[in-house]
């Protein structure tokens, strides 16, 4: 394997003094593996990664299909919501606290920097929809190890099916029991630009080192879908959910098309009177008549021509029997083509399930179903949990714009590892919003609110104060309250100001070039 490359942020060296005999439980879908023995980590890479690149791989496959590539354009659409005039998302730090107005400036600048190193202002919709099919996207950062001070040069896009993280773990008996004890020694991420592929010939202790590079944990920036397996071991899309309804979807319309295509038409049997010929000589009249009547004329698209092909027989061609003498003539008759051909109840169940997998409201799925801009309370309930859903996905995919933000801020030396972990939480990230039904519920309860003021008036000063329907029926904060008043004050005045200068003074001049008369004269 070889060395390390990128770089290492350096945290202050502290005895980690946190244990426990429960393994850590994250949804990075870092491989644990365990140190020690005499030829060096042995990574069994084989299952894990072998498996997450496969599923990559049909991830990818899905999202090529129309209904499912429809509803991922209705997620992503609401997702990242494009603007001639406004960015993508901006950072939030009003709730931070104790640091300066001039960090709080420089943070946002480096934002900016991070936004543009991305291109997510330009290809935001293709991140995004990059990171929602796979379930993870990597980045690697590139600096110039010369002029660390500079900052981030480069994001470059690393392949999830050529990546996996590695945490290293080791176990330590407790003395005087059976109890095991499992820290934390390191993490780090392999690299292999083919792949990562099983040793031949089974699994030696040092294999793992020839199949792949390792690289610093800081020197990549990543974010996962946070869905996991049973056992924690992998990460899985937002469409995991979907392949069985999918494949289900696929495998009915298929069965469908045969099944119209072998019922639809009508065919005719005809039953031939054989006599008393023998066996071979009555089957060479039943030839004959075949191709004496039996018309096999087709067009050929690709010549334009009509053909005559009756050497072949397909499943839409007449039956033809035998029939001896005594019994009833040449007959022929009819056999109806298949009834009810026009339902497509199931086909259309499977793809409101498919829907349903992939949290988008079925009424997305109806074209004829046009969207009405009415009151609040007329929002269909599964808008409003495709809201909630959306949210979600922006708070997990904000996780790559934190660690992005903290490599740039720690290595331009804004801030330390320590500092900018006890500010991360505070953190918010406003992404542009699109949705009508989140302004009609919004704009509904802020009507709501108001009605009940308006109605609460005459009681303010005698039941209730004036702060307590501010904080408790206007819902303000104390924040808003202060600007609110501060606002208003400053309103009144320079309404007064105003005034004051249009009034016409008392003796009789017009107050702004000291003339008699109205101003206008």
């Avoid at 408790?472 to 105003?498: C, F, G, R, S």
Wanted: charged share 30%.
């Amino acid at each position: 394997m070889a060395t390390l490359f990128g770089f290492e942020i350096k945290r202050s060296e502290k005895e980690d003094s946190t244990s426990s005999f429960a393994p850590l439980q994250l949804d990075d879908g870092a491989h644990n593996v365990s140190t020690g023995g005499s030829y060096g980590t042995y990574v069994d890479l084989e299952g894990s990664t072998r498996t997450e690149a496969e599923l990559v791989t049909r991830y990818r496959r899905m999202s090529m299909q129309p209904e499912c590539d429809n509803a991922i354009d209705d997620i992503i659409h609401e997702f990242i919501v494009y603007d001639e005039h406004q960015r993508l998302v901006d950072i939030n730090l009003d709730s931070v606290k104790g640091i300066s107005a001039g960090t709080k400036k420089a943070i946002t600048q480096e934002f900016e920097n991070i936004l543009d190193l991305l291109e997510f202002n330009e290809k935001g919709y293709e991140v995004a929809r990059h990171w929602y099919i796979d379930g993870r996207m990597f980045y690697h950062v590139i600096i110039d190890p010369k002029d660390v001070k500079a900052g981030i040069k480069e994001l470059r896009y690393v392949d999830p099916r050529k990546i996996k993280k590695v945490r290293e773990n080791k176990k330590e008996r407790v003395p005087g029991t059976q109890i095991q004890i499992e820290r934390t020694m390191q993490e780090f991420f392999l690299y292999n630009d083919k792949g990562f592929v099983g040793y031949p010939g089974g699994s030696p202790a040092g294999a793992g080192q020839q199949n792949g590079v390792k690289v610093a944990a800081d020197a990549i920036v990543h974010v996962t879908s946070g869905n996991m397996t049973e056992d924690n071991r992998m990460v899985l899309s937002h469409l995991h959910k979907a392949i069985k309804p999918l494949n289900q979807l696929r495998i009915l319309e298929d069965a469908t098309v045969i099944y119209r295509i072998s019922r639809a038409p009508e065919r005719r049997i005809f039953y031939i009177d054989v006599g008393n010929l023998p066996k071979m000589k009555a089957e060479q009249y039943l030839r004959d008549m075949m191709v004496k009547h039996k018309n096999r004329l087709i067009y050929d698209a690709a010549t334009g021509e009509i053909r005559d092909d009756r050497k072949f027989m397909t499943m839409l061609e007449d039956f033809w029997l035998p029939r001896r003498e005594g019994s009833r003539g040449t007959e022929i008759t009819t056999l109806p083509g298949g009834q009810n051909l026009g339902e497509m109840d199931d086909v259309l169940y499977f793809q409101k399930k498919l829907y349903k997998a992939l949290n988008v409201p079925i009424s997305r799925l109806e074209a004829e179903n046009a969207m009405t801009l009415g009151r609040a309370t007329e929002i269909n309930r599964d808008e409003v949990k495709f809201q909630k859903f959306i949210q979600r996905l922006r708070m997990r995919f904000s996780m790559l714009f934190d660690t992005a933000l903290e490599r740039q801020l720690i290595l331009k030396g804004f801030m330390t590892p320590e500092e900018f972990s006890a500010i991360k939480r505070n953190i918010r990230y406003d992404f542009k919003q699109d949705n009508y039904f989140t302004e009609l519920k919004e704009n509904e309860i802020l009507n709501e609110r108001i009605t009940t003021a308006q109605n609460m008036e005459q009681f303010v000063g005698k039941y209730y104060s004036r702060d307590w329907v501010e904080r408790n029926v206007l819902k303000m904060t104390q924040p808003e309250i202060d600007e609110m008043a501060k606002q208003v004050k400053d309103e009144m005045e320079a309404e007064t100001e105003m005034n004051a200068a249009l009034a016409p003074p008392e003796d009789g001049t017009n107050g702004i070039d000291g003339t008699k008369g109205p101003p206008n004269e």
